[in-house]
């Protein structure tokens, strides 16, 4: 299995400009988020779903948009990109929300200019 | 003040010492996660516990719901263990909220 799989690793973008952060699992798992570390601040949750058709916001959503129209995919979008932007992201699933362990994907690491 | 405090925040131990990181938390939840970060970035879930005590191999992570306090130990400790430790709570808003992390170096 290939368990989390998020797109790009890396991505540099100028301030303003839009980009999509792929997520997809292929385990079948109802839950899935999206988070982002920053040095020092530890991770913070910016969006999770608990199925297709259903999101809803974490603890720093401002500036991301969310959907899950299958329940492999959960993409995040950035509709204008700000520096303060600039961080690892990293997504994340499992079979239910507080229902077992968290599989996360590898990483993206984007940086705004 | 963070919903969720690791001690230490970092740790050196030589390689067999027994090793405890605790994590502490203010907020009600209703699971708590130990996850272990490589110097590579990946993330790894170790444990997901709401009661009691859970083992797996040289890891063990304990939780006391009523002192809002978790434990994880690692035995024999060895330098692949050297990575960051998180602990993470589910609160009961549906939020899940992290703690810094714990930097563990093992010297052969």
């Known amino acids: 299995n290939a368990g989390v799989t998020q797109t790009p690793k890396f991505q540099v973008l100028k301030t303003g400009q839009s980009m999509t952060l792929q997520c997809a699992q292929d385990?079948?798992?109802?839950?899935m988020s999206w988070y982002r570390q920053d040095p020092g601040m530890g991770l913070r949750l910016i969006h999770y779903?608990?199925?297709?058709?259903?999101?809803d916001q974490g603890e720093v959503p401002n500036g991301y948009n969310v959907s899950r129209s299958t329940t492999e995919d959960f993409p995040l979008r950035l509709l204008s990109a700000a520096p303060s932007q600039t961080s690892v992201y990293f997504c994340?699933?499992?079979?239910?929300?507080?229902?077992?362990?968290?599989?996360f994907g590898e990483g993206s690491r984007l940086t705004v200019l | 003040k963070n919903e969720v405090e690791q001690s230490p925040q970092n740790l050196t131990a030589q390689e067999g010492e027994f090793i405890t990181i605790n994590c502490s938390y203010s907020v009600g939840i209703s699971a708590l996660h130990w996850l272990q970060q490589h110097p590579g970035g990946g993330i790894v879930s170790l444990f997901m516990?709401?009661?009691g005590k859970k083992k797996h191999g040289r890891l063990i992570a304990t939780i006391n719901i009523q002192e809002k306090h978790s434990s994880l130990h690692i035995t024999a400790s060895h330098p692949r263990d050297s990575a960051v430790y998180i602990c993470?709570?589910?609160?009961?808003?549906?939020?899940?909220?992290f703690g810094a992390g714990t930097r563990l170096t093992v010297k052969p």
């Open positions: 779903s608990v199925g297709a058709g259903i999101t």
């Open positions: 385990m079948n798992h109802e839950y």
């Open positions: 516990l709401s009661s």
């Open positions: 993470a709570v589910d609160d009961n808003n549906n939020d899940m909220r």
């Open positions: 994340a699933s499992s079979r239910g929300q507080n229902t077992g362990e968290l599989f």
